[in-house]
């Protein structure tokens, strides 16, 4: 877990990453271990109880801008799943006036990125995503009902 304090702004990061494949997408004895991007499934970010998601975006590859978003004070999420097509890509994810923050993507398994948002006060911002081509993912943002 991994947090930063940035003018009134806890954002705490915490990483889980699950396999995208089932028994049977295994590949047979004797041949390559590794999943082809494409055989890697990306699924939508859980919604958390008592949250509704604001801004989202994906499947997608590159550079996208998810528009403005109203945070209130208090705890809200950015939540990312991304995997790359060959070795590691990298998203980097920005709310102005919020902050900013890197994920790396692997391309062998997705990448499911949590990232607590505490504001202590209320903050409009755009909410932007750069990633290469070869990087798919799915994004949102989530506040409390």
Not at 112 to 130: P, Y
Request: aromatic content about 4%.
């Amino acid at each position: 877990m991994i947090s930063f304090r940035r003018t009134g702004v806890l954002v705490v990061i915490v990483m889980a990453t699950v396999a995208g494949y089932t028994d049977s997408d295994r590949p047979a004895p004797g041949s390559s271990s590794t999943p082809s991007p494409s055989a890697v499934a990306l699924t939508s970010p859980e919604l958390r109880p008592g949250h509704r998601t604001i801004a989202s975006g994906g499947p997608r590859r590159g550079d996208w801008d998810l528009g403005s978003v109203q945070l209130g004070k208090g705890v809200s999420w950015v939540n990312v799943n991304c995997v790359a097509d060959t070795g590691t890509g990298r998203i980097e994810l920005s709310v102005d006036t919020v902050g900013e923050f890197t994920i790396d993507c692997p391309s062998t398994e997705a990448r499911i990125s949590v990232n607590q948002l505490d504001l202590s006060e209320g903050r409009k911002g755009r909410f932007h995503i750069e990633a290469a081509d070869s990087v798919r993912w799915m994004a949102n943002i989530q506040v409390p009902d």
